[in-house]
């Protein structure tokens, strides 16, 4: 069984910080490139950010540049995001996901095979 499982969401006040986490499990993703989607409610699911397989490229969505930190450990197989100066615009369940893409991609949904159940994040005001 092939999975990712989110954890780390949670309630925050506008400001605040959030650490998620992906862990795989069934097959090493090392040599896939591991992206971080959300989706508020009535809204389409968004990228939010991606690291490939070395952590040499990584890339956001404007509106977290200078927030959110995508990183990776392939040694635990997992894939974290670091959220810093919440804004209740972030309030979204978050999702994380595995494609074998290189190159550009990495912003759309459907490139990605593998997708987490979500964890929700939501920033009160």
């Known amino acids: 069984q092939v999975q990712l499982v989110e954890s780390g969401g949670g309630l925050v006040q506008t400001g605040g910080s959030l650490r998620l986490s992906c862990a795989a499990s069934?097959?090493?993703?090392?040599?896939?490139?591991m992206g971080w989607f959300r989706q508020a409610p009535g809204k389409e699911r968004e990228f939010v950010a991606a690291?490939?397989?070395?952590?040499?490229?990584?890339y956001y969505t404007d509106s977290v540049k200078g927030r959110f930190t995508i990183s990776r450990d392939n040694a635990k197989n997992t894939v974290y995001l670091q959220m810093n100066s919440l804004k209740p615009e972030d309030t979204a369940v978050y999702y994380c996901?595995?494609?074998?893409?290189?190159?550009?991609?990495?912003?759309?949904?459907?490139?990605?095979?593998?997708w987490g159940q979500g964890t929700q994040v939501t920033v009160s005001s």
């Open positions: 996901a595995a494609s074998p893409i290189a190159g550009t991609g990495y912003e759309y949904d459907y490139e990605y095979d593998y």
């Open positions: 069934g097959r090493t993703f090392s040599n896939y490139v």
């Open positions: 690291i490939n397989w070395s952590g040499g490229s990584i």
